[in-house]
């Protein structure tokens, strides 16, 4: 059974930068047929996209994040992270990790992480 | 377009039908998947693509699809299906990922 798990600090103070890994077990983070992605969402709020990844390196992101976001992967250690930089009280949110199957014309996100909060505060 | 528009709440009595509903110009070209998120868990695809029920999901989980828009079903809703609702899809360009704004179901 595919797992994801997120991990990194619950707390980022404000203009600094927010990073989290997302472990994958129970199955290759190489496998063709997948992208990985990340979601947040903040306390009270709906579901956002931040971004995607393949194994290969390839990236997709939200254009509302205007390049404060980079995604990466670590083939060796079969993970995949999040880094965010200048954040603010807004990006305040519980993070999810999840596998991304992508169809001709659908997408779903099949495995998610349980998600972790990230606040931003001093 | 890069929106998706859902009903913010909806309810339905135990044991009758609900539909939930989409809009979005990137509808027509492609399809919705469909959360459901329940509280303090992660969101769980109920239906993606054509007319697909992931492994699991009751089949009183349907789909539609017409024009701008894409509807969610529930038959005979059952108590465990209050939940808030999400629909994902891509904008218009198809590169980029899209959430709608959620819709909260009770089941009365």
């Known amino acids: 059974q595919l797992q994801l798990e997120e991990s990194g600090p619950g707390l980022v103070k404000p203009s600094e930068t927010l990073s989290l890994t997302c472990a994958v077990s129970g199955g290759s983070i190489t496998t063709s047929d997948y992208h990985w992605g990340w979601i947040r969402q903040p306390p009270g709020k709906g579901l956002e996209w931040i971004g995607d990844?393949?194994?290969?390196?390839?990236?997709y992101y939200n254009l509302s994040f205007k390049s404060r976001v980079t995604i990466s992967v670590d083939t060796s250690k079969n993970q995949f992270s999040l880094r965010v930089i200048s954040v603010t009280a807004a990006d305040t949110a519980v993070y999810y990790c999840?596998?991304?199957?992508?169809?001709?014309?659908?997408?779903?996100?099949?495995?998610w992480g349980q998600g972790t909060l990230v606040a931003v505060s001093s | 377009s890069s929106e998706l528009t859902q009903d913010p709440a909806l309810s339905v009595a135990l044991g009758q039908t609900v539909t939930i509903t989409c809009q979005g110009d990137?509808?027509?070209?492609?399809?919705a998947t469909w959360y459901q998120q329940k509280p303090r868990q992660a969101p769980m695809s109920v239906l993606y693509g054509e007319h697909n029920r992931p492994s699991g999901i009751p089949d009183r989980f349907s789909g539609s699809n017409s024009g701008n828009s894409a509807s969610l079903t529930i038959t005979g809703a059952q108590s465990e299906d209050e939940a808030d609702y999400y629909c994902q899809s891509r904008d218009s360009s198809g590169n980029y990922l899209i959430f709608g704004g959620g819709t909260r179901l009770t089941v009365l």
């Open positions: 999840a596998r991304h199957r992508r169809g001709l014309s659908w997408d779903q996100f099949d495995y």
């Open positions: 990137s509808l027509r070209t492609y399809y």
């Open positions: 990844i393949y194994y290969s390196g390839s990236t």
